[in-house]
């Protein structure tokens, strides 16, 4: 299967201030690629970018073979979704859907089958003869993806189309929008910044910071085995907790504060020995008792318990170090509770300090 | 049930207002006093203008006339004379007609292009161009009245409508120009995307999305334009010849007239006749004029 989109070294500036840094990107045809990050990390200019609503300074796009990099947007065969849902207020819902096709001369009895097409796909058949006003926002959005499915594109471009939602519209949305993509088949960019949609939706993640991509791979190994600290701290909720301390022993060990953690099991590279080194594990790959265990473990207090309904959340304090740990309800500890933390070090993961890269 | 009865008994529902409270004897006295203050010269006008000149030459400005005549009106609108003509304010009103409705037009349909191109279809330079534009509505117009004199002569324009309702389209640009920037720059720019996407050109996008978005803002350029061009004296008495003054220059004629009596009743009527255009304009679009300055200056 050929690539749908590709973008090479993509390069943009806005005067000297570089937003985009030689940019390489790769999206699979039906693949769903989310692009996630912090704000002003560059994702949505990087859509603005793909959709042609921004000139580049460098590179080339390319979209289902063709060099597109310097065509209109209703030229590169996209269709896009905006966060504001961006529908024209002066249109009934008929309206909005037609506009575009309207535009590109497609005959009327074209028109109107695309559209019973996309209102039934999106069940919004009863609300094509009213105004966006009269639409709730969750309407409004589905009528937003109905434009861009009329338009029968082979890419789809979201810009953060939920971020406007309240939490359970959105989380409905979210499941519509990917079985729209089961059915449909058609290439999707997503960009976003919340984790959830972009672990639930994509089959690939790119990571964004800084105008560059830091990683770029599925949910899970995104998850499991993030390349770097930032991904590492962005990526999970509560965050990685990161113990700062060194490896020794040509690398078998990790000595954080007065305790020596075996790294038997690691998963990953050639570990040496480094004198900044920080190990990353998240909250639910770390064990808790309030009796010694085996091996080593690291001696903690409960500061704050958490409780979030389906599990608990306990704060913990070790060799100095702020640290979180999720447990199931009945291991709920009061405050004050001397505790033993072992670690689960196959899902770890260790970074540089220096290089901040994962080994 | 007796529990009910008692939590009932006290006040209950909107509290009673006093229509005669200081706050209320303060506020509509103020109105009142200021509405008088501006009506009072309309009153004194229209009053002067419905006597006769024997009735006038008793001075009792302020009191109703006697004997209701509409003489002087008909003679303010076609037969007062100014230097040969004698055909009244008729002359100097269809002069402003065909002078205002171009130029509103001409200046509002650019104006309107101008600021949505300086917001959607930034160019190289546009903030520039938008800064000089802006700067041209602060310098004084009678620095420029003798350079346009000679410009419009070149051109064969000179003592023409037509070059008139050009000096008042370039007149009007800066701060037309700034009213639909700061208008367009509220509509959400998503907007503008995606009609792009949608395959909307330029002027697809300003006939199609823009216009339909921005009516308020429309009728407040309409207001402005009007009432500004038909109130000018000073560009219709310099650009054009006295075939085509302008109503203003017209009623100036007519009141300031040297030889004869000065009829005061019919300048009152000729006055009341200039000014009718723009107050109905005002009437007419008044709550839309409101809304659209209000509009306007959220963004800017």
């Given at each position: 299967m050929g690539n749908s989109i590709e973008v ?16 390489n990107l790769d999206v699979a045809e039906g693949e769903f690629v989310v692009l996630l ?6 994702k949505?200019?990087l859509l603005?970018c793909l959709a042609g ?8 796009i390319w979209i289902k073979g063709n060099n597109v990099?310097?065509s209109?947007p209703s030229e590169r065969g996209i269709g896009m979704v905006f ?14 859907l037609s506009?575009g096709l309207?535009?590109a001369?497609v005959?009327?009895?074209e028109i109107d089958k695309r559209i019973a097409r996309a209102a039934s796909i999106l069940q919004i058949e ?12 969750g309407?409004?959005q589905r009528v937003a993806i109905g434009r861009a499915l009329v338009r029968d594109v082979d890419v789809f471009l979201f810009d953060e189309p939920l ?7 959105r989380s409905e949305l979210r499941v519509e929008i990917k079985r729209l993509h089961n059915q449909l088949g058609n290439t999707m960019v997503y960009v976003t910044?919340d984790?959830i949609e972009a672990l639930t939706l994509a089959d690939r993640i790119a ?9 770029l791979a599925e949910p899970l190994e995104i ?137 | ?193 995606a009609?792009?996407v949608d395959g ?101």
């Open positions: 090479k070294d993509l390069t943009l500036n806005f005067g000297s201030v570089s937003v985009l840094k030689n940019m990050g912090p704000s002003g990390c560059g949505s200019t603005n609503l921004l000139d580049i300074t460098d590179g080339q990099t310097w209109e966060q504001s849902y961006a529908l024209y207020p002066q249109m009934t819902v008929r309206g909005n506009f309207k535009n001369k005959p009327q009895p009863p609300l094509l003869d009213r105004k966006p006003a009269a639409l709730s926002g309407q409004r971020s406007n939602l309240d939490a359970k519209l910044h984790q990571v964004m910071k800084g105008g560059v991509i830091q990683q998850y499991n085995r993030p390349s770097n600290l930032f991904v590492a701290g962005f990526i999970g909720s509560p965050s990685m907790n990161f113990l700062k301390g060194r490896t020794i022993e040509g690398g078998r060990a990790f000595q954080f504060g007065a305790t020596r953690i075996d790294l038997a099991g690691y998963d990953g590279g050639a570990v040496l020995e480094r004198d900044d080194a920080i190990l990353g594990v998240r909250p639910e790959h770390i064990t808790v008792s309030t009796t010694p265990v085996p091996g080593p473990s690291i001696p903690a207090e409960v500061e704050i318990d958490e409780h979030l309904g389906a599990d608990s959340l306990l704060w913990l304090k070790a060799e100095g170090a702020n640290m979180s740990v999720r447990v199931p309800v009945e291991g709920r500890l009061p405050p004050g509770t001397k505790v033993h933390l072992g670690l689960d070090i196959p899902k770890a993961s260790l970074f540089d300090v220096k290089t901040e890269q994962r080994i | 049930m007796a529990d009910v009865g008692m939590a009932m008994s006290g006040p209950r529902g909107a509290k009673p207002k006093r229509a005669l409270s200081p706050r209320n004897i303060m506020l509509y006295g103020i109105l009142i006093m200021v509405c008088v203050y501006y009506l009072l010269p309309l009153w004194v006008m229209v009053m002067t203008s419905l006597k006769g000149m024997p009735e006038v030459r008793l001075g009792n400005i302020f009191s109703p006339p006697v004997e209701i005549t509409f003489q002087p009106w008909v003679k303010a609108w076609s037969e007062a004379c100014t230097g040969l003509n004698c055909d009244g304010l008729s002359r100097g009103f269809w002069n402003s007609v065909i002078i205002t409705v171009p130029s509103v037009i001409l200046s509002i349909a650019i104006a309107s292009v101008n600021g949505y191109a300086l917001i959607n279809w930034k160019f190289k330079g546009s903030d520039v161009f938008f800064t000089i534009l802006i700067f041209g509505s602060f310098i004084p117009y009678q620095i420029m009245l003798y350079p346009i004199v000679i410009l419009l002569r070149e051109a064969g324009l000179y003592g023409t409508l037509w070059g008139l309702v050009i000096v008042h389209t370039i007149f009007g640009m800066p701060i037309l120009t700034l009213l639909f920037r700061n208008y367009f720059s509220s509509i959400p720019e998503e907007l503008f995307k009609a792009r909307a050109g330029f002027w697809g996008i300003y006939f199609r999305i823009m216009l339909p978005m921005s009516l308020p803002i429309f009728v407040v350029a309409l207001i402005l334009q009007v009432t500004g061009i038909w109130n000018d004296f000073l560009f219709g008495v310099v650009y054009t010849k006295p075939d085509l003054y302008p109503m203003t220059v017209q009623l100036n004629n007519i009141v300031n007239s040297v030889q004869g009596v000065k009829e005061y009743n019919v300048n009152m009527a000729a006055t009341v006749l200039t000014g009718l255009v723009p107050l109905i304009v005002y009437f007419v679009s008044g709550k839309l004029f409101v809304r659209g300055i209000a509009a306007g200056a959220v963004k800017g």
